[in-house]
Every structure is written in C-alpha cells, then in structure tokens.
Nanobody, 123 residues
Framework: QVQLVESGGGLVQAGGSLRLSCTASGRTYSILGMGWFRQTPGKDREFVAS????????FRAESVKGRFTISGDKAKNTVYLQMNSLKVEDTAVYYC????????????????WGQGTQVTVSA
C-alpha cells in the first residue's frame, strides 16, 4: 500500500504564493510518477502538474505554466508545488496523486490519492 499526505494549503491574497508538499510512505518503490490535481465544487478534478521519478520529465497544465513549478526529492519521497502569482480561480482542493506509470497527466493514470488540501485565494 501507498499513503500520500499533503500539506501547505491555506488562505492567500491574489498575487501571493504558497508551496504545497506531498510525502509518500509505504511501498514507495511502486511510485514512478507523482503530481497534483485540483477540484472545485461541481467540477471535475483537473490535472495541474506532475513529474516522473525516471529522468527529469515535468508536466504542467497550460493554465499554470509560468506560475506553478513542480519539483521533487526522491530521497524523501516528496513532491512540491510552488505556486506563484496566485489567482482567485486557483482556489480549489489540491490533491496529490501517485502512479505506477512515470507519466501521470489524467485522472485514470492515478493509482493513489492523498486526502487533499484546501487552497483559497482571495481577491
């Protein structure tokens, strides 16, 4: 089994920054891809960013390019999402995901989910 635990959410004003963290435990050798999705009430969960533990591949949604950066520390089984220039529309519950496949960009790629952390951006 794999467990994912997120931290770092909170309330921030538009234009501000937050950094989310997600740490994996358990059978971490099974995880080849990790990243972030987000969801707002009444909407589908959407991809934000991910990375592959094989090589240096990074993926980001168009809506966050230039503002969000994903990074990771394999030794700590942790991925980070640095979010800058936050907008009100970035408000959502952010979920960490892990995958057996090194490429994780859609919900069906995800094998494990964290519990989610709320990010609220005020105007």
């Amino acid at each position: 089994q794999v467990q994912l635990v997120e931290s770092g959410g909170g309330l921030v004003q538009a234009g501000g920054s937050l950094r989310l963290s997600c740490t994996a435990s358990g059978r971490t050798y099974s995880i080849l891809g990790m990243g972030w999705f987000r969801q707002t009430p009444g909407k589908d969960r959407e991809f934000v960013a991910s990375l592959s533990w094989r090589g240096t591949a990074r993926f980001r949604a168009e809506s966050v390019k230039g503002r969000f950066t994903i990074s990771g520390d394999k030794a700590k089984n942790t991925v980070y999402l640095q979010m800058n220039s936050l907008k009100v529309e970035d408000t959502a519950v952010y979920y960490c995901g892990g995958a057996r496949d090194p490429i994780m960009t859609v919900i069906s790629d995800v094998d494990w989910w964290g519990q989610g952390t709320q990010v609220t951006v005020s105007a």
